[in-house]
């Protein structure tokens, strides 16, 4: 998993609002660096990546809430709870199949015909979560999130 | 689970003031589920208090470079408490699902059993069992429902253990009291810039 970004205007004597609006900044560029390839199933790591730092900057959104003008708070906050939602359920078969693999690989070759069908389901949920998440990234596009969320920063530093 | 609201935060006012109040709150809220999470049953109250630890853990990341030490301490302890209830949230999420299913492997070998007998059938020869197009995979399937209950078991045997040790540690104070300490020195220190700068 990748590491947290530094959020490096952040100082000891910062007030809430200038973090707010450094945070929301770094969270945003974090979230949008792991887009590409989010969609291959062969790069789990990329989407689980992606998956934790749409819920840091859900995190930041809900921290420094009182910050932001409230109406586009509510409504950026539901988009960014709607793809952490969305990555999750790309991501929760990804965890239920390696899980299933590591046991797998300790059992005794009759054993595994039964783990083997299983993945086969998970694999399914995984391909309709990656349809899933490809609408919403799409939608994402669509709406400008990135803007939406550099807007709300920008607000929250002039207000 | 819904947030508890944070009462008194002031957007104009110093991220360290702030994040004490937030801290306050959060760390309450996470206390909150204990009682109910002593209950092994409890499957809400655990999926609560992970998700619990895991805003106590994002809040004490943001505020490090502020609040230093103190804060990526109480960040390291948080999110071992949240890996842990996600270890076990992982169990109970994978339990009904291998429950679900073998269910639905043995409907369908009842299905292709009794289609092999015809519409006429009177009563089915044991040997039909043999054409149960599932059957290799029922003892895998056994043996990893076996195994998820028993690591949820063990799992949830840890967290008893380990969240005796962060109340026995005074986690919650300990962190609270070592936070307003860094957060009145930043305080100070901030003062102290302003006057020189003036």
């Not at chain 1, 990329?46 to 840091?56: E, G, I, K, T």
């Not at chain 2, 999110?79 to 369908?108: F, N, S, W, Y």
């Amino acid at each position: 998993m990748a590491k947290a970004r530094a959020i490096s205007g952040v100082a000891p004597d910062s007030s809430f609002r200038e973090a707010a609006a450094d945070a929301v900044e770094v969270r945003t560029e974090e979230l949008f660096s792991f887009a590409e390839g989010v969609l291959d199933t062969g790069d789990v790591e990329r989407l689980h990546d992606m998956r934790v730092a749409s819920r840091r900057l859900r995190a930041v959104l809900e921290v420094f809430a009182p910050c932001f003008p409230k109406k586009e708070l509510r409504r950026t906050l539901r988009e960014v709870k709607a793809l952490a939602d969305d990555l999750g359920e790309r991501r929760d078969p990804d965890v239920a199949i390696a899980a299933l693999e590591r046991v797998g690989a300790g059992l005794a070759a009759p054993d595994r015909p039964g783990l083997d069908g299983l993945i086969a389901e998970l694999s399914e949920r995984q391909q309709s979560g990656n349809t899933l998440l490809a609408r919403r990234l799409e939608r994402v596009e669509e709406i400008d999130l990135r803007a939406r969320l550099l807007a709300l920063a920008a607000a929250t530093r002039t207000a | 689970m819904k947030a508890r609201r944070v009462k008194g935060l002031d957007p104009d006012g110093s991220l360290a003031e702030n994040a004490l109040r937030i801290a306050h709150t959060r760390l309450e809220e996470l206390h909150s589920f204990a009682s109910a999470a002593r209950d092994p049953e409890n499957v809400t109250a655990l999926h609560d208090m992970r998700i619990a630890a895991k805003r106590v853990r994002y809040l004490l990341e943001l505020v490090e470079p502020c609040l230093g030490q103190p804060a990526k301490r109480g960040a390291k302890r948080a999110r071992a408490l949240q890996t842990l209830l996600g270890e076990i949230h992982d169990c109970d999420e994978m339990l009904p699902l291998v429950r679900a299913h073998v269910k639905r492997l043995r409907a369908e070998d009842a299905t292709a059993i009794r289609a092999g007998a015809g519409e006429r059938a009177t009563d089915l020869d044991p040997d039909a069992a043999r054409s149960a197009p599932n059957r290799t995979r029922y003892r895998g399937l056994e043996a990893l429902h076996a195994y998820l209950r028993a690591r949820r078991y063990v799992l949830y045997a840890r967290f008893v253990r380990e969240w005796a040790d962060l109340e026995r540690d005074g986690f919650r104070e300990a962190l609270e009291a070592d936070l307003a300490r860094a957060a009145g020195a930043t305080m100070k220190a901030g003062s102290e810039e302003g006057v020189r700068a003036s």
